[in-house]
């Protein structure tokens, strides 16, 4: 298989007119509203912010660039031509691209197929000719921008080899301070006459599993307190005091065996992880529309306190699966969706988002590697735009907004499309078991299919088996086919041409005997004056008698 996006397209056939100012785009520092709107709570929060009176430093900007990863055994070549027509003419006249692949099968005791190559092949309508691209020469992938920003959050290593002389000497201040808070049992509650009794062997204290300073993941979790007070070692020890005692009162450690009920699982819920490795955590605050589970949630305090709680023991689950040894993934990857968000009419929800959000920013420091807002609603902006100045920079830099229209492109930014769930724009299946054929572990290859642009994916055969192949075009808009040309020259009609419309089903799966050699065409049909994405991934099965 090949995983390669093809993603060059001629000015004069992509050039779209601007959105209108009420479409939100993708940004990380919303420019300041035109009118002032009243101030008011965001849905319940899944990040802890850090709200100081000064700015911590960042690291130097940089653009994130994420290259295809190419599957065992694929090569890949392309090639493209210009759009000869111009959108006027769209309708009536489609530039031709192929995507040939040839792959071998894994290996077995009995192959089940030949090795698969990957040329790309782009011809013009009229004149239909093709042009040899020699294997040995490389073209550049196009490189995934991040969206823009001049500050975009670099997490910092947790290794201390790379700490700073200055970091180092701060780190183990204030181990002293906390290994005299142990000694005196101040994490634990315990009166001076019960610590006075024996001094030498304080009681071991735990915090998100991790005994402190018993190992260096502790250090890991006390870097975590120092950078989220700038390395002001007092403010540090003062704010895991708090955090201890907060955990005491609150009963966390017996929380977490509690059972609460799953009736919020749509709500919030892990799936897949990010490039980097991190966990992906999605908070769906659409479901909140349905006033039964509105009223269930928030309706009186008792309530409301359940669903606190029952954050909470989510929040501190999730956590404590974390890799908290030097150099290993212990932050989270946050997706907040806000399409069809409850707006700031409701109180219930603003009271229950006020306390969360005070728990999470004083209690849960450094836990967020990106925090990501897709479907953005216009007002959900203005409100930020309003906290932003009492938001410290790091905060800020951890942030990307994305409207409606730029959702799948933003997440595949940072997550593989395998990982993505389908309601997101990827082929994650989430919630069920309904095509065991693929994993997360089979990797998508991305193409942009260009405006009025024909994409055929050509798929060469060369040993007898089954082919399984799945595909989604985001949005469709488009149509879709299916042939099998044999080597001796007839066709094969799969699935007949079809057009796909954004009410459709989001993937198509299918599957295809193959007892003669030859190739498969996946055909996409773009006639719109849009960029439109196709995701698509197949892989050779036993052949079924």
């Known amino acids: 298989m090949a995983d390669e996006t093809l993603r060059t397209c001629p000015p004069e056939a992509t050039a779209e007119p601007p959105p209108p100012p009420s479409t939100v785009e993708e940004v990380e520092t919303p420019p300041p509203p035109q009118e002032e709107y009243p101030i008011f709570e965001p849905p319940l929060a899944s990040v802890a912010l850090d709200v100081l009176e000064k700015d911590t430093t960042l690291p130097s900007p940089q653009l994130e660039f994420e290259e295809e990863k190419l599957i065992e055994a694929v090569t890949i070549t392309q ?12 309708a009536s006249s489609l530039t031709e691209e192929h995507v040939t692949v040839t792959a071998a099968a894994p290996v077995s005791s009995q192959p089940l197929a030949a090795a698969l190559a990957v040329p790309q092949e782009s011809d013009s309508p009229k004149t239909q000719s093709k042009e040899s691209i020699e294997p040995e020469k490389e073209y550049p992938v196009e490189k995934k921008k991040t969206p823009e920003s001049f500050a975009s959050f670099k997490e910092e290593s947790n290794k201390l080899s790379d700490l700073s002389n200055s970091e180092l000497k701060t780190l183990e201040e204030f181990k002293l301070l906390v290994q005299e808070a142990l000694t005196n049992g101040v994490f634990t509650a315990a009166s001076p006459s019960e610590t006075s009794v024996n001094t030498t062997t304080p009681e071991e204290v735990s915090i998100w599993g991790i005994p402190l300073l018993k190992d260096d993941r502790s250090d890991v979790i006390l870097l975590k307190f120092l950078r989220a007070r700038d390395f002001k070692v007092k403010e540090s020890f003062a704010m895991l005091a708090n955090t201890m005692k907060w955990r005491r009162d609150f009963n966390v450690d017996e929380l977490v065996k509690e059972e609460l009920g ?11 992880h990010d490039k980097e490795g991190h966990a992906v955590c999605y908070n769906v605050y659409g479901e909140f529309q349905n006033k039964e ?9 008792e309530k409301r306190n359940t669903f606190l709680r029952w954050r909470i023991q989510f929040l501190e689950r999730s956590i404590r699966k974390l890799d908290f040894n030097p150099g290993g993934v212990n932050t989270i990857f946050q997706i907040s969706d806000l399409k069809n968000s409850p707006g700031p009419g409701k109180r219930e929800l603003r009271i229950a988002t006020k306390q969360a959000l005070h728990i999470l920013q004083d209690n849960y420091p450094e836990f967020v590697a990106k925090q990501v807002f897709i479907n953005v609603p216009w ?8 906290i932003s100045p009492f938001l410290t920079q790091r905060t800020k830099s951890k942030f990307v907004f994305a409207g ?4 799948a492109d933003t997440l595949f930014k940072y997550i593989a499309p395998e990982q993505v769930p389908t309601q997101y724009g990827g082929l994650s299946v989430d919630f069920c078991e309904c095509n065991p054929e693929f994993t997360v572990d089979d990797p998508v290859t991305e193409i942009t299919v260009k405006p009025a642009t024909k994409q055929i994916v050509e798929i060469i055969v060369n ?9 989604r075009v985001v949005g469709w808009e488009v149509s879709y086919s299916a042939e099998y040309v044999p080597n001796s020259g007839y066709t094969v009609i799969i699935e007949k041409t079809r057009k796909l419309l954004p009410s459709d089903e989001p993937v198509i799966s299918n599957n295809f005997n193959i007892n003669e050699l030859g190739k498969i065409l996946l055909t996409i049909n773009n006639p719109t004056a849009k960029k439109k994405k196709l995701l698509y991934r197949f892989k050779v099965v036993p052949c079924v008698a």
Request: negative net charge; glycine residues 2%.
């Open 79 to 90: 090639k493209e031509t210009p759009l000869v027509p111009t959108l006027s003419s769209v």
């Open 262 to 272: 799953d009736y919020l699982e749509k709500v919030v819920f892990m799936q897949g």
């Open 293 to 301: 589970l509105y009223a269930k949630t928030f309706s009186d305090e």
């Open 379 to 386: 007002w959900y902006l203005a409100f930020y735009t309003m």
């Open 404 to 407: 409606p229209s730029k959702t």
């Open 463 to 471: 040993e007898k088996c089954t082919l399984v192949w799945e595909l």
